[in-house]
């Protein structure tokens, strides 16, 4: 009898054994799997700006001409530009490039898009008036993998996320006074999910003795021709550093 029982609970013993042994793997691996998507790979930065705090540093830019508080991008974010991650002018030649380069950026060819882009990417991205919207489509367009419409319509719906947000809202009550990291950050985390907050990097530069901020970069991973929102695609982007600690928001005008 002693010997059909040794025969039986051996083997089962060691059957439980590595059983036990497969699920600690399996937790290890899950645990890995895990670390790795939460650490994530930023591959597009998207850029906005806060355009009182930007004119305050640069008055000359044609954009920054008689700002006053009823235009749209004294309380609104503004659009600067989404970058591919370690891409630039793809296909461009070096003439182009080198035209690019030296900053005159209206002696750029124009784009094609539709009317009604163009009449909104007007509002949202103030720098057109300088031809920043040929300099950003050179630059980082270029390596899109679309047209000059396709690129900049994907720009104006991920900026109308960013002013319908808690963010924007921080920002506009905030005229002329002080907005600080953890303020920032918990506002993406409201609005875009917990973590949010560090994808984002906040840019200051001073103007006088005053810090102003004059905008945000944003990580971003994912399809974001696939109508992904903002949400989903911030939050599969890594961390990263946020740089200016707290900064002047600023309003429209020059100081």
């Known amino acids: 009898m002693r010997g059909n029982v040794r025969t039986i609970v051996v083997p089962l013993l060691h059957r439980l054994g590595l059983i036990v042994l497969a699920a600690m793997f399996a937790s290890s691996a899950g645990a890995g799997e895990v670390a790795t998507a939460a650490k994530g790979k930023t591959e597009y930065i998207l850029a906005v700006s806060w355009q009182p705090g930007f004119c305050e540093t640069r008055p000359n830019r044609t954009e920054c001409a008689g700002q006053t508080e009823e235009r749209y991008d004294a309380t609104h974010f503004s659009l600067h530009g989404l970058w591919p991650v370690k891409k630039s002018y793809c296909g461009v030649s070096a003439e182009i490039k080198a035209r690019d380069r030296k900053g005159d950026w209206l002696d750029l060819p124009q784009l094609a898009m539709a009317q009604e882009t163009a009449a909104q990417l007007l509002v949202a991205m103030p720098g057109t008036q300088s031809g920043l919207d040929r300099h950003q489509w050179l630059r980082s367009g270029t390596c899109h993998g679309g047209t000059a419409q396709d690129y900049f319509s994907v720009q104006l719906r991920l900026l ?12 506009a009550s905030r005229l002329g006074r002080e907005v600080t990291e953890g303020e920032v950050k918990q506002a993406f985390d409201e609005s875009f999910g917990a973590g949010a907050g560090k994808r984002v990097r906040m840019r200051c530069q001073k103007a006088g003795a005053r810090n102003v901020v004059t905008g945000l970069t944003i ?27 707290k900064g002047i928001v600023d309003a429209a005008g020059i100081q």
Not at 160 to 171: M, P, Q, T
């Open 160 to 171: 109308e996320e960013i002013n319908g947000s808690a963010v924007r809202k921080l920002f």
């Open 219 to 245: 990580g971003l991973s994912g399809d974001v021709s696939a109508n992904a929102g903002l949400s989903t695609l911030i939050l599969a982007a890594g961390d990263t550093d946020f740089k200016c600690a």
